[in-house]
């Protein structure tokens, strides 16, 4: 809502303050600030001027005229002036050399058409005051020569736009946002809609409601004799532009200036056009109608619409119809003014994807006392500006709505804010808001809100807010007709809190409840994060979501279990609608992204949820109310539905692993980091993992490990398949590894145990054997550690050789083995030991023989 403060200070006796301090105030009291505007501070010796001649100038392509201006100086200036809307002993806006119009722009005395131009006639556009303009504007007859026009015309202005929440409509006027400003300055307001109506029993245009839920006051009032080509006065004009709305015609003018002021959304038909009585109903089947924006719009049978007897004429507080529509020569005109249902209009505006002004106050809430009200005000302002004649009578349709009565302690705002507030405090800022407060509980024995269906008592209602209170300490609250939004105890609590001041609110931290910290899960999710990091990898976070087209390219069979997605009823893209079942597809295509952009040498890594539908879980989950609690049955059709959702970790590698530089070749990143990088996962679990060979989509059939803990798969590593990498457009040898860090935490015996050190020296022996050529390393490594012992502190790979040396079909593993024991220094003759067993049950198992043996 932009609010020009010239206008608001008509229905506030503001002090002299700033903008900033008026957007300051109404902020604290709940209307945010979203920017302050300045116009016509900029424009500078601009006068009136009287048109003493004008000499057309020929010869030229265009029309140009030298006019000789009197601006109150000793002699007339001669000007330059392009537009022809003006004649001799017009009054216009000049600015003399010298001046300074909106956007910076100097006017200077210069020779042009062959004559000096000393100084510029002004048109509306070049004043801030219009879009465009046809030509020079033309000023009042009386305006004096030689005065200033910014402050003839009230130019200088300063606009705050003010964002108004949803339960806030009644802001949405310069009415509701007066007044918030005299109770935020404690200075009087003035009403605008404090009109005095016209005595009047007599009818005007016919009219009805045929559907109560849709609207419950219907407001016709005539204008005849209207002049269509009346202008709008310039004053308005400005008043609208600095609002944000675009002028049209006087009629149009009127009513979207009485909807700005008051917040009563107004619509003008043309009556030479109305067919019979005017009716608000619902649609019906099949019907259809042309809006003013001359869109044919098929009507749904929720909609509201104001008819005759050819039918649908307007779109009831979004739209009007084209065939009603007021034209330039309209001269008879029925003003309606009405209170339609907030959610039937709000479900209307967004069912035909049309959002107007006045759908917008209407979705909020409209002061349903206001029609009578605004509709006189918009006649009057037609014929004092546009020469028309009030009808005499007026149409008024009402429907006999309960109002709203809440009954509160006088305590519990304080008790909600945790202060005290005066029981007259209470009572005096409930009343600035427009409420009626009455002593004690309602008479009637209702409590809040009262609706003309049941009703809650006094004492139910101090059980249900926890307070304790008397019968004198209750109050009995109305809320004003224009506060739709007050209709329980928390909302009186919080008007009554926002008005002593959010700043007296202490800021106090809740207190942490006891508890561990964090669960041995989160922190291995943690330690998986920070080792991936510590290693040289880039956490990314991608969407948690994926397409058909990631699993083709996955190259998963028809039958894997990943290709079981949940599907988004409202996904963000089309390309994507599935939850994710693994985490390689966002992973990989963030890696396609950084190497299509140069980074190609890329180790990115995530973790997070996956979602695995169960086989035959239900499609959806049943959507409940919330009037109820679910019972179990609804509850265990939900849990069913919902997919399982293991924590994992993933990460791909592509490009060098190693930089290379000034000190020699890089190396590229292989199968093997791939492995090493679960290795590392694994170990922050406090497990060795076992490692062995497996065939597994999306990996290369010959490149692939699978990773266990005990004999629970945790998950894969290695290359990826070259046909993944081909319909990703992945570097080529890209590799990856996807671990399920859930089985790990399941795996976890509780809280990780710190190992022992000991503090005696190392035994370290190094052993070559020589095994066959498809003999998995992971095998050598679980019989060496077998058959070493408990002396065996630790095992590693340290050389791999194949060539004439071991023969033909074998290779040769070097191993270095370090020995220690917890409580002595061991000796040469232990560590032997120890080392030949392992040999010894490493050529048992495994047919390895010691290399130069």
């Not at 004198?472 to 002593?500: C, K, M």
């Not at 990314?540 to 397409?547: C, H, I, S, T």
Request: hydrophobic share 40%.
């Amino acid at each position: 809502m932009r609010v020009p403060l010239s206008w608001l200070r008509e229905f506030v006796d503001l002090p002299a303050v700033t903008a900033h301090e008026i957007a300051d105030r109404l902020t604290a009291a709940g209307l945010k600030l979203e920017s302050i505007t300045a116009y016509g501070h900029e424009i500078k010796n601009v006068v009136v001027g009287e048109v003493l001649d004008i000499e057309e100038l020929t010869g030229f392509n265009k029309p140009v005229r030298y006019c000789q201006v009197e601006v109150g100086e000793a002699a007339p200036r001669g000007i330059i002036c392009g537009a022809s809307n003006f004649s001799v002993g017009d009054r216009v806006p000049v600015a003399l050399p010298g001046a300074v119009l909106p956007g910076g722009f100097e006017i200077g005395a210069r020779k042009t058409y062959g004559r000096l131009s000393d100084g510029m006639i002004c048109s509306e556009q070049e004043l801030a005051i219009a879009e465009t303009s046809a030509g020079i504007l033309v000023l009042s007859p009386g305006s004096p020569i030689g005065a200033d026009v910014v402050e003839l015309l009230s130019l200088r202005d300063e606009v705050i736009e003010l964002e108004v929440t949803p339960d806030r409509g009644y802001a949405l006027s310069i009415r509701g946002v007066a007044r918030e400003a005299a109770t935020a300055f404690g200075v009087p307001f003035r009403d605008p809609a404090d009109l005095d109506l016209p005595a009047s029993a007599d009818s005007g245009y016919p009219a009805s409601i045929a559907d109560p839920t849709a609207c419950d006051r219907f407001v016709l009032r005539e204008v005849g004799g209207f002049d269509p080509a009346a202008p709008s006065p310039l004053w308005m004009r400005i008043r609208l532009l600095r609002a944000g709305m675009r002028p049209v015609s006087l009629a149009v003018d009127v009513t979207n200036y009485v909807m700005l002021e008051l917040g009563q959304p107004l619509h003008a038909f043309d009556r030479t056009r109305l067919t019979g009585e005017i009716v608000v109903r619902r649609a019906r089947e099949g019907e259809t109608l042309e809006t003013l924006d001359h869109v044919v719009r098929k009507l749904h049978t929720d909609d509201i619409l104001i008819t005759d007897e050819s039918g649908a004429i307007s779109m009831a507080g979004t739209m009007g119809g084209l065939e009603t529509e007021i034209s330039d020569g309209s001269t008879e005109l029925v003003i309606e003014a009405a209170h339609f249902s907030a959610t039937g209009t709000a479900r209307m505006s967004r069912r035909h994807g049309l959002v107007s002004e006045a759908s917008r106050r209407f979705e909020r809430g409209v002061d349903r006392e206001l029609p009578l009200y605004a509709s006189w005000r918009a006649v009057r302002l037609l014929v004092e500006l546009g020469g028309g004649t009030a009808g005499p009578g007026v149409t008024h349709a009402s429907i006999d709505v309960e109002p709203v009565r809440i009954t509160i302690p006088a305590s519990y705002p304080g008790r909600v804010a945790g202060l005290s507030y005066p029981r007259e405090a209470v009572i005096r800022r409930l009343e600035q808001v427009g409420c009626t407060v009455a002593e004690g509980a309602d008479p009637q024995g209702g409590g809040g809100p009262v609706t003309g269906t049941g009703t809650v008592t006094g004492g139910d209602l101090r059980e249900q807010l926890d307070v304790s209170g008397t019968e004198t300490d209750l109050l009995t609250v109305t809320p004003p007709t224009w506060r739709l939004d007050l209709t329980d105890p928390n909302d009186l609590a919080e008007e009554v809190i926002r008005l002593e001041g959010y700043q007296r609110l202490d800021s106090v931290l809740p207190a942490a409840p006891a508890g561990g910290g964090l669960t041995e899960g989160q922190r291995l999710r943690r330690r998986a994060g920070r080792a991936l990091a510590a290693a040289g990898y880039v956490e990314v976070l991608a969407y948690p979501f994926m397409g058909q087209r990631d699993l083709d390219n996955l190259r998963l069979a028809a039958d894997d279990p990943r290709r079981s997605a949940v599907r988004l009823a409202n996904p963000l893209s089309e390309d994507e609608p599935l939850l994710r079942t693994t985490l390689l597809p966002g992973l990989l295509k963030t890696l396609v992204r950084n190497a299509g952009r140069g980074a190609g040498d890329v180790t990115l890594f995530e973790n997070g949820l996956v979602y695995r539908p169960a086989p035959g879980a239900p499609a959806t989950a049943p959507v409940l109310g919330v009037d109820r609690r679910p019972t179990a049955d609804e509850l265990a059709r939900i849990e069913a539905a919902l997919p399982a959702q293991p924590y994992r970790v993933a990460a791909v590698l592509a490009g060098e692993f190693e930089r290379s530089g000034w000190w020699g070749p890089g190396r590229p990143a292989t199968w093997a980091d791939a492995i090493e990088a679960a290795r590392i996962v694994v170990r922050e679990a406090g497990f060795e993992p076992v490692v062995a060979a497996a065939t597994h989509e999306p990996w290369h059939p010959g490149r692939c490990a699978s990773v266990h803990v005990g004999d629970v798969l945790i998950g894969h590593a290695g290359e990826l398949h070259p046909r993944v990498a081909e319909a990703y457009g992945l570097p080529p040898r890209t590799c990856a590894m996807e671990l399920e860090l859930s089985r790990l935490e399941s795996a976890m015996s509780g809280l990780a145990q710190a190992p022992t050190v000991s503090s005696y020296p190392v035994a370290t022996q190094d052993v070559a054997l020589i095994v066959p050529a498809a003999t998995p390393v992971a095998d050598v490594e679980a019989v060496l550690r077998e058959g070493a012992g408990e002396l065996l502190e630790s095992i590693r790979l340290f050389d791999v050789y194949t060539g004439a040396q071991v023969g033909e079909g074998g290779k040769s593993l070097a191993y270095a083995l370090r020995f220690r024991a917890p409580d002595r220094t061991l000796t040469v003759e232990e560590t032997s030991a120890a080392r030949d067993a392992a040999v010894a049950l490493a050529a048992e198992r495994l047919g390895a023989r010691l290399r130069g043996s």
